[in-house]
């Protein structure tokens, strides 16, 4: 974040890392979010180990000693014309706008360490809770990604979450979409 920062990038910790630093659980990995365009978080790395992971999306991996650290561009997807991937992503400056495509709102917090949680869509309030709602209009983004739908289920049984009403009704009205998720990606979340 300092590099960054100090080149002038705003950047976020953001994702699952917030989400189970926030509820008391070690997180799995960190993901960091910033303002840097790719060629930009390159020239910030130059010299350093990274892998150049999804550039047309606007992430690269920094390997560190405390392992690999996930960095992508503040971005806005595009239509999602196969209901599981965006057709293209469009990379913008603000962290809300970046939050504002994610699936479900206790992973659409971003926390900074001088600035705190930038959290638009009450993600901490519905982690508090023990609430899994969907950001923004939740058919919107089931038809996005059908994926969510199990992703969905995964958070509610493994944290012991209760989707909330319209979020679940979503899941059900979507659940036919499932058929554009490759079956390996339905074993991993069921796994």
Known sequence: IAQLEAAGYETWVVGGCVRDSLRGAAPHDWDLCTAARPEEMQAVFAGARVLETGLKHGTLTLLTDGGPLEITTFRADGAYSDGRHPDGVRFVRRIE???ARRDFTVGAIAWHP?????????GE????NGVLRAVGDPDARFQEDALRILRA???ASKLGFTVEPETAAAMRRQAAR??????????????
Request: hydrophobic share 40%; net charge negative; charged share 35%.
């Open 97 to 99: 706008a970046d939050l």
């Open 114 to 122: 001088q600035r705190g949680l930038c959290d638009p869509f009450g």
């Open 125 to 128: 309030k519905d982690l508090q």
């Open 153 to 155: 289920v995964r958070f």
């Open 178 to 191: 499932l058929d554009c998720v490759a079956a390996e990606r339905v074993r991993e979340e069921l796994t």
